[in-house]
């Protein structure tokens, strides 16, 4: 029975630093559209004070195309908001796997700590210490 509990505990620890990984990409993704929003922000409002008629240049796919600013604007607004909407799932996503690392947290409290450590009792004297007492 000793060896069952070992391994459930192993199983727990292990599905819980996976979703501790799964959130921190999710994270760092997040950053990372966030990031490209801003700089689409950046170039929108240079463009929105620049005359409607000057050239304007967009990378697309690779590939860099010349247009002018009152044909990109709209472009660039696009997909600013198609950054936003992806921001929201993503962020949705991070929400999901929050949950789920704290329906394991509190399932096996004794198991896993909010940092996905195990938590090891030892006995003395009929006192209980953790690692750090």
């Not at 990378?59 to 195309?65: D, E, P, Q, S």
């Not at 947290?105 to 009929?126: H, L, M, R, S, T």
């Given at each position: 029975m000793a060896e069952t509990d070992k391994g459930e505990k192993a199983k727990v620890i292990e599905e819980y630093k996976e979703l501790n990984n799964q959130q921190a990409n999710v994270v760092m993704l997040f950053y990372n559209i966030a990031e490209e929003k801003r700089q689409h922000d950046l170039v929108l409002e240079a463009l929105k004070?620049?005359?409607p008629d000057y050239r304007a240049w967009r990378?697309?796919?690779?590939?860099?195309?010349e247009t002018v600013v009152k044909e990109a604007?709209?472009?660039?607004?696009?997909?600013?908001?198609?950054?936003?909407?992806?921001?929201?799932?993503?962020?949705g996503e991070a929400k999901k796997i929050q949950e789920q690392m704290k329906v394991?947290?509190?399932?096996?409290?004794?198991?896993?700590?909010?940092?996905?450590?195990?938590?090891?009792?030892?006995?003395?004297?009929?006192?209980?210490?953790?690692?750090?007492a």
């Open positions: 004070t620049s005359s990378i697309r796919n690779g590939v860099l195309t604007i709209p472009d660039i607004e696009k997909d600013i908001q198609q950054l936003a909407e992806r921001m929201e799932k993503v962020n394991l947290e509190e399932k096996y409290e004794g198991i896993v700590n909010a940092k996905g450590k195990v938590e090891e009792k030892k006995v003395e004297a009929g006192t209980e210490k953790g690692l750090l």
